[in-house]
Antibody
Framework: QVQLQESGPGLVKPSETLALTCTVSGGSIDAYYWSWIRQPPGKGLEWVGYVYHSGITNYNPSLQSRLTISVDTSKNQFSLKLSSVTAADTAFYYC??????????????WGQGTMVTVSS | DIQMTQSPSSLSASVGDRVTITCRASQSIRSYVNWYQQKPGKVPKLLIYIASTLQTGVPSRFTGSGSGTDFTLTISSLQPEDFATYYCQQSYSTPRTFGQGTKVEIK
């Protein structure tokens, strides 16, 4: 079965760039959309953006100016880079598979999540 | 952006109770709403997609309904493992947006 695993630093300094990678195992990264979703501790869920296996991206406008999501199909991975971070970017970051078509675009498989703290 | 508003924000219920959570979209999203369950310290889990389709492996006591702007998630007989926070999410347009969550607590 398909599994997702996030990796990356748990601590990032203010004004620097947050970089995370999600590795997809048990299946191909082809033919799906792959999203990042974040959740500040004790708060709700926020969709960050997605990348299609072809490289097409769609970002949350609230983050678009600072955000890059990319895919590496040869490694079955996709990545997130968020620049100029502040304490407001402190959150659990989840990668998730997004269905499409008849399955309606739900997030059906999630990584375990990784906590990223922005602090000096 | 499409705003998703859940009610109530929290509720207390007993095992065996019927529980209903409502989600209202700020504009019509046809049937493009999904429901998730998140337990403390755990990853969100997809329960229902396209308003009423049960995800594989999810117990049949969970049902979803609605279309347009108004949607409901119903748990027919609350079980101890159902105490969690529930989120609706629209997949009609980007940016994808979630409701603020409904916390279901033990009475």
């Amino acid at each position: 079965q398909v599994q997702l695993q996030e990796s990356g630093p748990g601590l990032v300094k203010p004004s620097e760039t947050l970089a995370l990678t999600c590795t997809v195992s048990g299946g191909s990264i082809d033919a799906y959309y792959w999203s990042w979703i974040r959740q500040p501790p004790g708060k709700g869920l926020e969709w960050v953006g997605y990348v299609y296996h072809s490289g097409i991206t769609n970002y949350n406008p609230s983050l678009q100016s600072r955000l890059t999501i990319s895919v590496d199909t040869s490694k079955n991975q996709f990545s997130l880079k968020l620049s100029s971070v502040t304490a407001a970017d402190t959150a659990f970051y989840y990668c998730a598979r997004q269905t499409y078509g008849a399955n309606g675009g739900a997030f059906d498989i999630w990584g375990q999540g990784t906590m990223v703290t922005v602090s000096s | 952006d499409i705003q998703m508003t859940q009610s109530p924000s929290s509720l207390s219920a007993s095992v065996g109770d019927r529980v209903t959570i409502t989600c209202r979209a700020s504009q019509s999203i046809r049937s493009y709403v999904n429901w998730y369950q998140q337990k403390p310290g755990k990853v969100p889990k997809l329960l229902i997609y396209i308003a009423s389709t049960l995800q594989t492996g999810v117990p049949s006591r969970f049902t979803g309904s609605g279309s347009g702007t108004d949607f409901t998630l119903t748990i027919s007989s609350l079980q101890p493992e159902d105490f969690a926070t529930y989120y609706c999410q629209q997949s009609y347009s980007t940016p994808r947006t979630f409701g603020q969550g409904t916390k279901v607590e033990i009475k």
